[in-house]
């Protein structure tokens, strides 16, 4: 069973930086897909970015330029770096495996104005 773990979230102004990790366990094949997706309160859970096997990035249109989803290699965690932060940016944050249908726990990240 996989099993993800977010980390690095936190409290930052707007335009400042965060790093997110997605570290996984459980699994035993060698490249993976994974999600990165967003709940801000009141808000349906929403897509942000996604890195495929190949590690190609995709990224909803409100992040784009802005996050950048990458993996050095499928022992590593995934991160999601986040630049020029709004306070719309403001949510939890979860990572998804999409071949298990599997999520993480979430972590906070809040932009202050």
């Known amino acids: 069973q996989v099993q993800l773990v977010e980390s690095g979230g936190g409290l930052v102004q707007a335009g400042g930086s965060l790093r997110l990790s997605c570290a996984a366990s459980?699994?035993?094949?060698?490249?993976?897909?994974m999600n990165w997706f967003r709940q801000a309160p009141g808000k349906e859970r929403e897509f942000v970015a996604r890195?495929?096997?190949?590690?190609?990035?995709t990224y909803a249109d409100s992040v784009k330029g802005r996050f950048t989803i990458s993996r050095e290699n499928a022992q590593t965690p995934v991160y999601l770096q986040m630049s020029s932060l709004k306070p719309e940016d403001t949510a939890v944050y979860y990572c998804?495996?999409?071949?298990?249908?599997?999520w993480g726990q979430g972590t906070q990240v809040t932009v202050s104005s």
């Open positions: 998804h495996d999409p071949l298990s249908n599997s």
């Open positions: 459980g699994r035993t094949f060698s490249s993976y897909a």
């Open positions: 890195i495929s096997r190949s590690a190609g990035a």
